[in-house]
């Protein structure tokens, strides 16, 4: 009971940030994905910010079709299409890239919020997304992967790094190089949890480095396919406990079914 109280305060934390971002994209001086890397131009080209107005980066997702994005339920579960953008096209957050609006919003029928289960969403756009050499769409996977070693993730998310007392966010895409366990390896640290179900994967990193709020919805990336959705990450960030993403690889008969 213990770990499930402390399981449901991390995720109140994270889906509070979602939900009330502070950051404007004008307002950007530090943080990152903790412990991660500079991105540079086009190496993440399927790589969105999710954007709620004025123009609040609350979330990532990945391009898989010319009008469609994946990302979390957590992080759409409350929005409407009227109050979503996708950013695409940039590692700057303030700067270089393309904004397309919304025409519908897709969150999983079986989603929970309480046990964060089948934790995935389809965002399509109005219009189709131009592809260029720094904007295209990733595969999805066309294997399970239930291991595996340097797989990356990528994101705009929040760190530890604090200014006056508030963590920032830096205006460069951050990505990581990252370990996925296996679920026998990922259930063992968290005995007792009723969270870790075979539709997640636990992305493991080194302490210090890691996914953090605001990275939610994130792809995680592995030869050239998406195989893991950011769904809850550590709270501190960067512990020595792995990530949770959301297994695409278990959701591609609903995704083919609604990304039409």
């Known amino acids: ?6 399981f449901t305060f991390a995720l109140l934390i994270i889906g509070l940030v979602a939900a009330n971002p502070t950051l404007q994209a004008s307002d950007l001086n530090g943080g990152r994905i903790v412990g991660g890397y500079d991105a540079v131009p086009g190496q993440f080209p399927y790589q969105v910010s999710l954007r709620r107005p004025p123009n609040f980066h609350f979330c990532g997702g990945s391009i898989i079709r010319p009008r469609w994005v994946l990302s979390a339920a957590h992080c759409t579960i409350s929005m409407s299409p009227a109050n979503l953008n996708v950013y695409v096209g940039s590692v700057k957050l303030a700067s270089g890239g393309v904004y397309y609006t919304t025409m519908r919003i897709v969150n999983h029928p079986l989603y929970n919020p309480d046990t964060i289960e089948n934790d995935i969403s389809l965002i399509q756009t109005v ?7 720094n904007t295209q769409p990733i595969s999805l996977p066309s294997v399970n992967l239930l291991s595996g070693i340097g797989a990356t993730i ?4 929040r760190s530890n790094t604090m200014d006056n007392g ?3 966010v830096l205006d460069n895409m951050q990505y990581l190089t990252v370990n996925i366990l296996t679920m026998e390896e990922c259930r063992a640290e968290r005995p ?4 870790i179900f075979d539709s997640v994967m636990c992305v493991s990193s080194p302490s210090g480095q ?6 939610s919805g994130g792809p995680l990336a592995y030869n050239g396919m998406v195989h893991g959705i950011a769904s809850f990450v550590r709270v501190p960030c ?3 406990v ?4 959301e297994r695409v690889y278990s959701h591609l008969p609903w995704i083919a079914s609604v990304a039409v």
């Open 238 to 240: 960067a512990t020595d």
């Open 127 to 133: 219009l189709p997304i131009t592809f260029n050499e």
């Open 166 to 168: 508030t963590a920032v």
């Open 192 to 195: 007792g949890s009723n969270n």
């Open 210 to 215: 890691g996914a953090c709020s605001g990275d």
């Open 1 to 6: 009971m213990v770990r499930v109280t402390l």
């Open 242 to 245: 792995s990530d949770v993403y």
């Open 154 to 157: 990528s994101g705009w998310g």
